[in-house]
């Protein structure tokens, strides 16, 4: 068996054994080493004198061996004069661009040899694309934590430290707000992963069970969990933050058996008897049971000290096919959450059961509620955002007041503050925030990594930074000023599709007076990454009170 090619005008083959290579580019059977400098001057030579050969009728008489050889040698020299003018990907990213890249081979750059690619028939190929890839990343990843670990003093920006920083504000180069966006900058590149230790009353689940996503509240002190659990269905639980405080930190889970064996497909805080009192659940459709929203109270899981919980408050709405959810603080919709479905938003009224349908073109995806203005923003699959005035009947043609477009679809929108810009993500990576007043896309958050999944963001105005995590499992972290990359975060973990973390940024760990630091959940454990004490110019544990970045600056 052989690969035949056709290149410059010259046909040439080359058999998967080589064995008519020299023996000093043939290490073994099925394994050949690209050669050195002196080799590849050969190659050239060889190159040559093949040219010479078509053009000379008394050089066809040479013996066939030595014809065979030569053609083989230049086969690889066209290859690799092919492969200098359009790299590979996997030449590039071992930094072996002169490497010739050869069908049926791969090259591995630290064993400096290429190694024959089998057949993917029923037999287990240990050698697969996916397979490589796997471990180019996980490679990168292993350097990268080393990285991480031994580097604790990081430079977001250049030119900027904690000393320059202070000396320009002094100077007055730099007003009041941009020295505390600067300095929260600075202190997200600083912070260090910790390990949180998990308490609870069944602590063999706690190392079986996998963590699928966590959702913190709006005061940053509890934290909503979902686990996927062993034997199969899901967990919920509520971990307090108020005990996450440096050198321990541990937190007690408050659980709760009440599983489902039904896809979580989107959870957000509720505020029906006061600030985030349930937990709002979209749950799909199993078999002959129809999906259904769920709204359940946190006093199931750990009473609420001011005694204001309602027990019992347990709701059950059937609503098949529900894609996401959000919950309205809005006056004008009080007591009302939506649902995007297919091709359909619906509004429901938790107290009457009032429903209101609005139909679409598309599936929606993300939702949230605009607080000052009576509006609803959606994001679909086929990347149109839209918002629905809730002051409209459904019947209305007059209900779309806003409309933008994304090239791919929408997975999360959130809302800024003052409530003229949003921010977007999409399954093609591209985070966007846009101007509503003109409806254009103002700035471009680069380096995201997404193909299809649904991956959150979560955007922090008082800290002014953007978080994401990215299908490649890596955690970014962007200044909301200019879109810069302050700090990517790899992952404590093996990166996988099952093993993409879920974070949540907290602006206040440990309670009102803690320091702000991102909490990332993956597989069974938990990790925090505080604002840390040994970064420069920092505040003793427990006073951080460096102001909010106000609106302007970020915009």
């Not at 990213?93 to 890249?101: I, L």
């Not at 529900?322 to 309205?328: F, L, Q, R, T, V």
Request: proline share 5%; glycine share 6%.
């Amino acid at each position: 068996m052989g690969y035949d090619n056709t290149e410059h005008g010259g046909s040439f083959r080359i058999f998967a054994r080589l064995r008519v290579l020299q023996p000093s580019s043939v290490v073994a059977e099925g394994t050949i080493c690209p050669g050195t400098e002196m080799d590849r001057n050969k190659w050239k030579g060889r190159r040559r004198r093949g040219r010479s050969y078509h053009q000379s009728p008394a050089l066809g008489q040479c013996d066939s061996s030595k014809r065979y050889t030569t053609g083989a040698s230049q086969s690889l020299q066209d290859s690799a004069h092919h492969d200098a003018e359009s790299p590979s990907t996997s030449s590039s990213r071992a930094g072996e661009s002169s490497v010739p890249d050869l069908p049926g081979f791969y090259f591995d750059p630290e064993k400096n040899r290429y190694f024959r690619l089998l057949p993917g028939h029923n037999n287990c190929n240990p050698l697969t694309k996916e397979g490589l890839q796997h471990k180019e990343m996980e490679s990168r990843r292993l350097q990268l934590l080393q990285q991480e670990d031994k580097q604790k003093k990081k430079i977001t920006r250049l030119g900027f430290n904690a000393s320059s920083i202070l000396r320009k504000n002094q100077l007055g180069f730099l007003n009041f707000s941009s020295y505390c966006r600067l300095s929260h900058e600075l202190r997200v590149s600083c912070m260090e992963r910790k390990k949180v230790e998990i308490q609870s009353s069944d602590p063999s689940a706690l190392a079986s069970d996998r963590f699928n996503f966590i959702l913190a509240d709006t005061t940053s002190d509890r934290l909503f969990t979902v686990n996927d659990v062993k034997i199969g269905g899901s967990k919920y639980g509520i971990i307090n933050l108020q005990g996450l405080k440096a050198p321990t930190f541990e937190v007690h889970m408050h659980e709760n058996l009440y599983f489902t064996n039904r896809k979580v497909n989107s959870v957000c805080w509720a505020s029906l008897n006061h600030l985030d009192s349930h937990i709002l659940l979209c749950l799909m459709g199993l078999a002959e049971t129809p999906g259904c929203a769920t709204l359940l109270p946190a006093s199931l899981f750990v009473s609420n000290p001011q005694g204001t919980d309602q027990p019992g408050m347990l709701c059950s709405f059937r609503i098949p096919g529900a894609w996401s959810c959000a919950w309205s603080l809005n006056v004008q919709a009080n007591n009302c959450f939506s649902t995007g479905l297919s091709r359909r938003v619906l509004l429901t009224n938790v107290v009457t059961g009032h429903r209101q349908s609005y139909r679409t073109n598309s599936d929606v995806l993300a939702q949230q509620f605009a607080v000052k203005t009576p509006l609803l923003f959606n994001g679909c699959r086929s990347g149109e955002i839209f918002a629905i005035d809730l002051r409209s009947s459904s019947q209305a043609k007059g209900w779309k007041a806003t409309q933008i477009f994304h090239d791919s679809s929408v997975t999360s929108v959130q809302i800024f503050k003052e409530e003229h810009y949003l921010m977007a993500s999409d399954m093609a990576g591209k985070i966007k925030l846009w101007d509503l007043r003109a409806t254009k896309c103002v700035r471009q958050y680069e380096g995201h990594v997404n193909e299809y999944a649904y991956l959150p963001l979560h955007m922090h105005e008082e800290e002014g930074i953007l978080v994401a995590v990215g299908q490649d499992c890596y955690t970014r972290i962007w200044s909301l000023h200019d879109a810069h990359l302050l700090r990517t975060i790899p992952s404590p973990c093996p990166t996988s599709k099952a093993n993409i973390p879920s974070v949540a940024f907290s602006p206040r760990l440990g309670g009102p007076r803690g320091a702000p630091g991102l909490l990332m959940a993956v597989q069974q454990d938990l990790y925090c990454f505080s604002y840390s004490s040994s970064c420069p110019d920092s505040q003793k544990e427990g006073t951080w009170e460096l102001p909010s970045v106000s609106n302007e600056d970020i915009l």
